[in-house]
């Protein structure tokens, strides 16, 4: 399958810093890239969709401002939370759609965990 | 309000027996279902993908899908304790473009 690379694992970052997450396609060129959030014990909740070029389109009740998104080429896009405050502490996953192949079927990245203190 | 909805569990099975793990969707129009498993800490990864009716089978595992009553099943076969994990149904709603939905998802439990 394939294989989509996801920066950092893991990052703990005080209260009103900014941390920045990338999610890269390692062996193929991805189209459209998937932004969530999970918090524990419940299920994925979408956050945004960026393609390649264009601006992120950010789903209700997510702040744009908040969490910048950019997809500069086909194989990398990035999540920034700025302003971070420990109720954003939370899992963030990307998942990648592979171009020209199926219709949406998606690979994850291995997720960031992010702690706020 | 387009919804995907699992039983939470946890459903638990004896090793060897076969787990059944059920999701329903709101949108009858949809057309492509998936099936994932979460391992604790870990992200999502992808087991099976469905998009007609009947069974669709990928060694121990098979899926089925009835459009007609909105609902896809994951059967696994012969469980195993590595099977243990949470399983995520997602769909493809109609006019969504690429976007799945996810379940809550449903935790099993598989015993020895």
């Known amino acids: 399958g394939a294989v989509v690379s996801q920066h950092p694992s893991w990052v703990i970052c005080k209260s009103g810093t900014s941390v920045k997450i990338e999610c890269r396609s390692l062996?193929?060129?991805?189209?459209?890239m998937f932004w969530y959030r999970q918090f524990p014990k419940q299920s994925l909740m979408l956050m945004a969709t960026s393609n390649e070029g264009s601006k992120a389109t950010y789903e209700q009740g997510v702040e744009k401002d908040k969490f910048l998104i950019n997809h500069a080429s086909l194989t990398l896009s990035t999540l920034t939370v700025t302003s971070a405050h420990p109720e954003d502490s939370s899992f963030y996953i990307c998942?990648?759609?592979?171009?020209?192949?199926?219709?949406?079927?998606?690979?994850f990245g291995q997720g960031t965990r992010l702690t706020v203190v | 309000q387009k919804e995907v909805e699992q039983n939470s569990g946890p459903l638990s099975v004896p090793e060897g027996a076969i787990a059944s793990l059920n999701c329903t969707y709101s949108?009858?129009?949809?057309?492509?279902f998936f099936w994932y498993r979460q391992y604790s800490g870990k992200s999502p990864e992808l087991i099976m993908s469905?998009?007609?009716?009947g069974d669709k089978e990928d060694g121990r595992f098979t899926a089925q899908l009835n459009k007609a009553s909105q609902y896809v099943s994951l059967l696994i076969r012969d469980s195993q304790p590595s099977d243990s994990a949470t399983y995520l149904c997602?769909?493809?709603?109609?006019?969504?473009?690429?976007?799945?939905?996810f379940g809550t998802g449903t935790r099993l439990q598989v015993t020895l």
């Open positions: 469905i998009y007609s009716n």
């Open positions: 997602a769909v493809k709603f109609t006019g969504t473009a690429s976007k799945l939905t």
């Open positions: 062996d193929f060129q991805a189209t459209t």
């Open positions: 949108d009858r129009g949809s057309q492509s």
């Open positions: 998942s990648a759609r592979v171009r020209g192949r199926g219709d949406t079927e998606a690979f």
